[in-house]
C-alpha cells in the first residue's frame, strides 16, 4: 500500500509538473498574444494554481504556486525581478488549498475561488512592484487592468479548471485498482483519496 | 487539522524565500547574481516557445488578419494610395506569401537606411503590466542586449535579454521604455515614452507619448517621428521611423506639451521583425520614412 502510495504521489507531481509547464507555454505564447479588448490576458497559469491547490490541499498548494511563479519570473520574455510571481502564487495556492474542504458542498465556491484569486494575484503582483519601483505598476495601470483580467480570468476558468480536473482525473483514474472508480467527480475522488492517506 | 499546522512552516520558508530573491534580484539589477536563473529560463523554455510558435504562429496570423481588418480598414479609407496593397495583403490566402511580402518590406526599410538586420519571429508576449515579446533568435544569431528592433513599417523596441536561442524585446509602448526622438525635417527633439500594455485599454490608437525638449517648438497633429539615436547607437540607433502625432495636450501649468502618437508598426500583431545588428556608416536623417501623404490626395 505505502509503495502504491508513493508511486502514486510522485506521479501527481510529474502530472502538476507538466499542467504547469504547459498552462505557462500556452501563456506566453497564445493568451499574451490575443488582441482581446483593453489588450488585457487571462491569467492561465493563476488559474491553473487555483485549480490544482483546490484539487490538492494547501500544502501542495503553496509548493505548487511556489514553483510556477518561479518558472513565470524566468520564463522569457518577463522583465521583472525573480520571485514577485512565486510569491504571489504561493500565497493564492495556500489559500485557495485553505477552502478546498468547501468544493464538495458548493458548485459556486470554485468560480470564486478564481475571481478572488484573479483580483489578490494582479493587486498582490502590482503592490509587489510598487515596493520595488517598477515604472509599469501604477495606480493607473493597476485601475483600469484589474477588473477586466478579473473578468477574463473568470471566463476561461472553466476551460482551465476542466483541463486540469481532467488530467488529473486521467492520470489517478488509469493508476486505480477498484473498477468504478473512474465513475466518481474529480472532487469527490479527491476527498476519497484524503481520507485513505 | 495536522495538515495545516504542517503546511504553514512550508509556507513562511517559501515566501521567505520569494522575498529573498525580489531583493537579490531587485539590488543586483542588469548584474544581478540570479541572471543565471534567467538564462536558464531561457535555455528551458526557449525552445518549448520556440516549438509551440510553430503551432501556434500560422492560426495566430490568420486571427490577427480578422481582427485588424477593421482598423487597416480605416486606414485605407483615409490613405487612398494605401488601399490597394492593404486589401491586396488581406485578401492573401496564403500566409507564406505575406510573411515573404514583410520581410522583403523589411530589407526595403533596413536597405534605405543602411542598416544592417538580422530578422526574426515573435513567439510570446509577456504577462502581466509588462510590454515584452520573445525573439525567436538569440546569441547564436549575433544578437546582443541593447539593440534596437524594428518591424517594416518602424520602431518596435530594443533588446533587453538574450538566451541561446531567443531574445526578448522590451517594447517601445512599454511603459519603462524611453526613447530619444527627432521630429522629422526638424532638428527638434524629445522624448518618447510608452503608456503601457500596447496603450491599448485607454481606446486610442496613439500608445505613446512624446515630450519636446524644446516648450516653444512647433508641434501639431500629423508630424511624423524618427528616432534620433543614442549614444554609441545603442540602445537605439538613428533615423527608424516611429509614428505620426495624433493629438497634443498642453497641461495646464507644465512648461511642455505631449503629444500622443500613432505608431507605424502593428504592436497588437507584431510578427516578422528586424535586429539592427550592425548601426548605418551614417545617420539616414529622415530617409526612411515612407514618401509623406499629401493632404486629400
Not at chain 1, 19 to 33: F, G, N, S
Not at chain 2, 173 to 198: F, M, N, P
Not at chain 2, 258 to 266: E, S
Request: aromatic share 4%; hydrophobic share 45%.
Amino acid at each position: 500500500m505505502m509503495t502504491s502510495a508513493g508511486a502514486s504521489s510522485a506521479g501527481r507531481n510529474l502530472t502538476a509538473a507538466l499542467v504547469i509547464v504547459a498552462a505557462l507555454v500556452v501563456q506566453v505564447a497564445v493568451a499574451d498574444r490575443l488582441p482581446l479588448p483593453g489588450s488585457v490576458t487571462p491569467d492561465l497559469v493563476l488559474l491553473t494554481v487555483v485549480a490544482l491547490a483546490l484539487l490538492n490541499g494547501e500544502l501542495v498548494g503553496a509548493i505548487i504556486g511556489f514553483c510556477a511563479g518561479l518558472a513565470a519570473d524566468i520564463i522569457p520574455p518577463a522583465d521583472h525581478e525573480i520571485g514577485r510571481y512565486a510569491l504571489v502564487y504561493c500565497l493564492i495556492g495556500y489559500a485557495c488549498g485553505l477552502v478546498s474542504a468547501e468544493m464538495d458542498r458548493s458548485s459556486v465556491a470554485p468560480f470564486l475561488a478564481v475571481a478572488a484569486g484573479g483580483l489578490a494575484g494582479m493587486v498582490l503582483y502590482a503592490g509587489l512592484g510598487m515596493m520595488v519601483g517598477d515604472p509599469r505598476a501604477t495606480w493607473a495601470n493597476i485601475s483600469r487592468l484589474v477588473p477586466l483580467s478579473v473578468l477574463y480570468d473568470v471566463l476561461a476558468s472553466p476551460f482551465v479548471v476542466w483541463a486540469v480536473l481532467r488530467v488529473a482525473h486521467r492520470f489517478e483514474g488509469g493508476r486505480a485498482s477498484r473498477p468504478g472508480r473512474n465513475d466518481l467527480p474529480p472532487l469527490k475522488y479527491r476527498a476519497m483519496s484524503r481520507e485513505q492517506v | 487539522m495536522n495538515h495545516t499546522r504542517r503546511s504553514r512552516p512550508v509556507l513562511a520558508v517559501l515566501l521567505l524565500l520569494s522575498l529573498v530573491l525580489i531583493t537579490v534580484d531587485h539590488r543586483g539589477r542588469q548584474n544581478s547574481p540570479l541572471r543565471g536563473l534567467r538564462l536558464a529560463g531561457a535555455a528551458i523554455f526557449g525552445p518549448i516557445e520556440n516549438a509551440a510558435a510553430a503551432v501556434v504562429n500560422p492560426v495566430g496570423s490568420t486571427v490577427d488578419d480578422f481582427t485588424n481588418a477593421p482598423s487597416q480598414k480605416r486606414r485605407a479609407d483615409r490613405l487612398q494610395r494605401e488601399n490597394q496593397r492593404l486589401q491586396e495583403q488581406l485578401m492573401s490566402s496564403r500566409l507564406d506569401k505575406a510573411r515573404a511580402g514583410q520581410l522583403n518590406r523589411l530589407l526595403h526599410s533596413a536597405g534605405l537606411g543602411g542598416f544592417k538586420i538580422v530578422a526574426a519571429e515573435v513567439i510570446s508576449a509577456g504577462q502581466g503590466f509588462e510590454d515584452t515579446v520573445t525573439l525567436d533568435a538569440g546569441s547564436g544569431s549575433g544578437i546582443h542586449p541593447d539593440m534596437t528592433v524594428m518591424a517594416a513599417d518602424g520602431l518596435v523596441g530594443r533588446v533587453t535579454r538574450v538566451g541561446p536561442s531567443t531574445a526578448t524585446v522590451m517594447l517601445a509602448t512599454d511603459a519603462g521604455s524611453q526613447v530619444g526622438a527627432r521630429l522629422e525635417a526638424s532638428k527638434e527633439i524629445g522624448v518618447l515614452q510608452g503608456t503601457g500594455r500596447r496603450g491599448l485599454s485607454f481606446g486610442t490608437t496613439a500608445p505613446l507619448s512624446f515630450q519636446l525638449l524644446n516648450a516653444n517648438a512647433p508641434l501639431w497633429p500629423g508630424q511624423r517621428l524618427v528616432t534620433l539615436g543614442s549614444q554609441g547607437d545603442r540602445p537605439y540607433v538613428p533615423g527608424v521611423p516611429i509614428g505620426t502625432v495624433e493629438r497634443v495636450v498642453k497641461t495646464p501649468g507644465s512648461l511642455t506639451r505631449t503629444a500622443y502618437i500613432r505608431p507605424f508598426a502593428h504592436f497588437t500583431s507584431l510578427d516578422v521583425v528586424a535586429v539592427v545588428v550592425a548601426p548605418p556608416k551614417s545617420d539616414p536623417h529622415d530617409a526612411v520614412l515612407p514618401p509623406s501623404p499629401r493632404p486629400g490626395g
